[in-house]
């Protein structure tokens, strides 16, 4: 079982920038693909961004590609969300999760956490 606790959640002022971060605990998750996903209020969880286990390959939703950037350190069990020139409506909780096989379901998630973008 892989634990996930997201950070560096927060308020920024639209043009801004924060960088999220997702720590594993439990089995090692760097044969996992791991991926970000956000809620706005009265929305439905929307797909962000993946990355493959090396690292090699990420895919983004069409409405953050150019401003952000997902990136992975196996060594230190940690998946990273760099967000830049945010925007108001990038306001969500955020929430990072994993899958064994980038053929099935996300089946492990963390708890989320409060990015807020003021404009």
């Known amino acids: 079982q892989v634990r996930l606790v997201e950070s560096g959640g927060g308020l920024v002022k639209a043009g801004g920038s924060l960088r999220l971060s997702c720590a594993a605990s439990?089995?090692?998750?760097?044969?996992?693909?791991m991926g970000w996903f956000r809620q706005a209020p009265g929305k439905e969880r929307q797909f962000v961004a993946s990355?493959?286990?090396?690292?090699?390959?990420?895919y983004y939703t069409d409405s953050v590609k150019g401003r952000f950037t997902t990136s992975r350190d196996n060594a230190k069990n940690t998946v990273y969300l760099e967000m830049n020139n945010l925007k108001p409506e990038d306001t969500a909780v955020y929430y990072c999760?994993?899958?064994?096989?980038?053929?099935?379901?996300?089946?492990?998630w963390g708890q989320g956490t409060q990015v807020t973008v003021s404009s």
């Open positions: 999760a994993g899958r064994r096989s980038s053929l099935g379901s996300y089946d492990y």
């Open positions: 439990g089995r090692t998750f760097s044969n996992d693909e």
């Open positions: 990355i493959r286990w090396s690292g090699s390959m990420t």
